[in-house]
T-cell receptor, first 114, second 111 residues
Framework: NAGVTQTPKFQVLKTGQSMTLQCAQD?????MSWYRQDPGMGLRLIHY???????DQGEVPNGYNVSRSTTEDFPLRLLSAAPSQTSVYFC?????????????FGPGTRLTVT | DAKTTQPPSMDCAEGRAANLPCNHS???????VYWYRQIHSQGPQYIIH???NNETNEMASLIITEDRKSSTLILPHATLRDTAVYYC????????????FGQGTTLQVKP
């Protein structure tokens, strides 16, 4: 298994540009989520999905959209990039949303917005 | 959501046991205690979790007090590769799957 994969690894955007961060998992996990991590801070939840076709907002959803058309993929879209969205983005997945299962994290996408 | 309190940093000698404490005095009866770690610039890595009983796996042991208000993660023989930020997380009950990451403990393993 490749686990959780994220592309790209690095990205530089200009203010106002849009882009999609890709996340995929090959473990047939129902639950997937996106976090952002700002320097010196813990991770904060952006959006999550408990299964294909079902998404919901996390702690810091503004400026981001998600969709879950397949079990494997959970892309994160930045609609109009702002410097405040400069961060490291991590995607995670687990067998289900239940608290009895561990989450697996991807390697992250490092985004800079100028 | 139950909050956790961890010391900001700890040192440990290579080969010795690393004992990382966590306070979660407001934990609810159905909330699990999770430990993750984040090695520099990488995604967080799951270590272990438990509800009431002590747990052990190939990476670590988790000791939860009887009143569940605190726990200790034990790395039995710390190596330089265990240098990381360790997060103690009380998993939110229900189906959100949300993990609330605090500041964690930066463990420095020294030769």
């Amino acid at each position: 298994n490749a686990g959780v994969t994220q592309t790209p690894k690095f990205q530089v955007l200009k203010t106002g540009q849009s882009m999609t961060l890709q996340c995929a998992q090959d473990m047939n996990h129902e639950y997937m989520s996106w976090y952002r991590q700002d320097p010196g801070m813990g991770l904060r939840l952006i959006h999550y999905s408990v299964g294909a076709g079902i998404t919901d907002q996390g702690e810091v959803p503004n400026g981001y959209n998600v969709s879950r058309s397949t079990t494997e993929d959970f892309p994160l879209r930045l609609l109009s990039a702002a410097p405040s969205q400069t961060s490291v983005y991590f995607c995670a997945s687990s067998y289900s949303a239940s608290s009895s299962y561990e989450q697996y994290f991807g390697p992250g996408t490092r985004l800079t917005v100028t | 959501d139950a909050k956790t309190t961890q010391p900001p940093s700890m040192d440990c000698a290579e080969g010795r046991a690393a004992n990382l404490p966590c306070n979660h005095s407001t934990i609810s009866g159905n909330e699990y205690v999770y430990w993750y770690r984040q090695i520099h610039s990488q995604g967080p890595q799951y270590i272990i979790h438990g509800l009431k009983n002590n747990e052990t796996n190939e990476m670590a042991s988790l000791i939860i007090t009887e009143d569940r208000k605190s726990s200790t993660l034990i790395l039995p023989h710390a190596t330089l590769r265990d240098t990381a930020v360790y997060y103690c997380i009380v998993r939110v009950s229900g189906n959100t799957g949300k993990l609330i990451f605090g500041q964690g403990t930066t463990l420095q393993v020294k030769p």
